[in-house]
């Protein structure tokens, strides 16, 4: 088959919608048009009917009991905002205490950050080298004021996996309300909120091949039964906890995802697992000091972090953008000008954060793209080290490290 | 972030990548940046030193595409000039030439600096025997 270019590899940033996904929405514009709180009339008897099957689909994808206890929204960003501070809001009597840790993705560093300037404590854990967080060390930052845990399931950037039955459990042990980031690993490995122990979990839809616009934000109904303070008012829809007319045919769209998800998921985890391991392969065995960012046993099927040492990863981007679209931790392609903080958390000099490379695979990938992309990219580093000068010291035996740099 | 026709061309085409042994008389080099931030260069200047002329120039850079760019730029503007005309290039000249944007300005910064830093480390090295045409 031929390639067709640009290819996508930057899975974990979006999805592209699944055909079947567009198909199932397709109606919901146009002859099923409804308003899902009109009670009243067929259109929107209709309409809620169908959010209520997109609900269930969810429901069943993240092993809720209740689909009532799911909460339609704008997308992961919203989720978590309500998530963090309703739950903020709504026990702030109780406690005053936020754990959360080093890695989360921004829209939880910002909240915390919003809600430490309102009197809020936060405590963010450190990780291990691998990406992984100690459970103990969530144990240790507990204080009686602690009212909610709060860590990312599956990481970003580097796709590792947390234990999140055992933060779960810590968070039962204690009666602490746990609120897992699962906007990566929904749809994408196996999620089960009871037996998980997960309270409040927040999902989208566009990274597991559904629409941009919506997410949705699972909130326990029982043992124990978790409250959280809406933060926009308006006509008390979704239970008064998320006000605003339902976007139904991205719900729609959303439900048919996960449900595509859900059937695939064991099949398709394995193709992609084989698809980036044969990618890594080629990349690490034909590059020196190149560095596998995560841990390699509990992360995502379709997540590549690797740091390329003396290379900055926008100019590897660059080499390859036309033809091929990838992400760096660099910062450079941000506005911030810091690297990555979640390859940095690892314990990894600056300048490899500087370095990493992060290849997201996804379901409409081929092996003759992996081939690509692998070749393109070796080929892309060796030409930036021919110009790195810190390639050239490193090859000369100088150690970088004893070198008194001259920063801007 | 779209890039500038003249940064992609750089980056594709870089002018004058290379190395010259520093201790070759003649040479200057400089050496920026630091890896923790991302960005270093590598800039090397060959003067005559009869006529004070810079006949050759060389870069290496680590950095992304604009830091890259931007020296290579400089070491293009390089060639030709005395040290002392060299002195004068300054970075909003290479903002610009590449139409850098304010999030790439310290690019541009830094390959001042790599400029600075190269002719005076001439001057250093061949001290008396540099011909300065003009003293400022």
Request: proline content about 4%.
């Amino acid at each position: 088959m031929a390639l067709k270019f640009p290819i996508f590899m930057d899975a974990q940033s979006t999805t592209p919608c699944d055909p079947r996904v567009v198909e199932a929405m397709m109606p919901y514009f146009t002859e099923k048009f409804g308003h899902p709180a009109s009670r009243n009339h067929p259109f929107g008897w209709e309409a809620e009917a169908a959010v209520d099957a997109a609900r269930a689909r969810l429901a069943k994808l993240i092993g809720a009991r209740d689909p009532k206890e799911l909460v339609f929204t704008s997308g992961g960003t919203e989720s978590i905002n309500l998530a963090l501070k309703g739950v903020a809001e709504m026990y702030r009597e109780k406690g005053n205490h936020i754990v959360t840790t080093v890695i989360e993705q921004r829209a939880s560093l910002d909240v915390c950050k919003k809600l430490e300037r309102q009197g809020f404590e936060v405590t963010s854990v450190p990780v291990q080298p691998d990406g992984l967080v100690d459970v103990e060390e969530i144990r240790r930052a507990i204080t009686d004021k602690t009212i909610l845990i709060s860590v990312m399931f599956a990481n970003n950037e580097i796709g590792t996996i947390q234990d999140v039955a055992a933060i779960g459990k810590l968070a039962k042990e204690k009666g602490i309300i746990f609120h897992a980031d699962a906007t990566q690993a929904v749809g994408k490995i196996p999620v089960d909120v009871e037996a998980m122990g997960i309270d409040v979990l927040s999902c989208t839809a566009h990274l597991i091949y559904g629409p941009k616009g919506v997410g949705a934000l699972y909130v326990r109904r029982k043992g124990p039964r978790v409250r959280i303070a809406a933060q926009m008012d308006g006509g008390g829809h979704e239970r008064g906890m998320r006000s605003g007319t339902l976007p139904v045919p991205l719900i729609v769209g959303f439900g048919r995802a996960a449900e595509i998800c859900q059937e695939s998921m064991v099949e398709e985890s394995k193709r992609l697992a084989k698809m980036r391991d044969r990618l890594q392969d080629m990349i690490l065995s034909s590059v020196d000091e190149a560095f596998l960012n995560g841990r390699p046993d509990r992360r995502l099927a379709g997540n590549l972090n690797i740091s390329f040492a003396y290379v900055e990863g926008e100019s590897v981007l660059m080499g390859l953008n036309k033809e091929t679209a990838l992400s760096s931790g660099s910062a450079c392609t941000s506005s911030t000008l810091e690297p990555s903080y979640v390859i940095a958390a690892l314990g990894a000099s600056a300048e490899l954060a500087h370095s990493s490379i992060r290849f997201s695979l996804h379901r409409f990938n081929t092996d003759e793209e992996v081939e690509y992309v692998g070749q393109r990219t070796i080929e892309v580093i060796k030409r930036l080290r021919d110009m790195s000068p810190l390639y050239e010291l490193a090859k000369e035996g100088v150690d970088l490290k004893s070198i008194k740099w001259k920063a801007e | 972030m779209a890039y500038s026709d003249k940064v992609v061309d750089h980056y594709n085409n870089p002018r004058n990548v290379g190395s010259f042994g520093k201790d070759i008389v003649g040479v200057g080099t400089g050496l920026v940046g630091a890896p923790e931030c991302g960005d270093v260069m590598k800039l090397q200047i060959k003067v005559n030193l009869d006529t004070g002329v810079i006949e050759d120039a060389k870069f290496k850079t680590f950095g992304c595409g604009s830091a890259i760019a931007s020296s290579s730029l400089a070491t293009e503007w390089l060639k030709g000039k005395t040290v002392d005309e060299a002195a004068k290039i300054k970075n909003t000249d290479i903002v610009n030439e590449l139409k850098l944007p304010p999030v790439k300005i310290h690019c541009s910064v830094l390959a001042e600096d790599a400029i600075k830093a190269a002719l005076s480390d001439y001057k250093e090295k061949h001290g008396s025997a540099a011909v300065t045409v003009a003293s400022e």
